[in-house]
């Protein structure tokens, strides 16, 4: 069974830093692409990052370009997302997602980022 589980939100002042992690399991992790997509109370759900399987071609969404960067552990089963210079409006859940739009799509239950001061 797919697990993914993420942890290291909180609650940090504006122009702040986080660093997200997932842990990854129950799936040969090397082989997926994983996302991170974020969920703000009343709105929809926001792609934010992408990573392929390899480790390699990481993409953004324009709002966080610059600012957030994904990586991976293959090793480890592990995908992170380290956030920087955080602004208000990056306040959300932050979920790490197997196979973003595709059927075997799975999402993490998600780890808390608030940015206020």
């Known amino acids: 069974e797919v697990h993914l589980v993420e942890s290291g939100g909180g609650l940090v002042q504006p122009g702040g830093s986080l660093r997200l992690s997932c842990a990854a399991s129950?799936?040969?992790?090397?082989?997926?692409?994983m996302s991170w997509v974020r969920q703000a109370p009343g709105k929809e759900p926001e792609w934010v990052s992408f990573?392929?399987?390899?480790?390699?071609?990481?993409e953004y969404a324009l709002s966080v370009t610059g600012r957030f960067t994904i990586s991976r552990d293959n090793a480890k089963n592990m995908v992170y997302l380290q956030l920087s210079d955080l602004r208000t409006e990056d306040t959300a859940m932050y979920h790490c997602v197997k196979d973003w739009g595709l059927t075997s799509e799975k999402w993490g239950q998600g780890t808390q980022v608030t940015v206020s001061s």
């Open positions: 129950g799936f040969k992790f090397s082989s997926h692409d």
């Open positions: 990573i392929n399987g390899l480790g390699t071609s990481p």
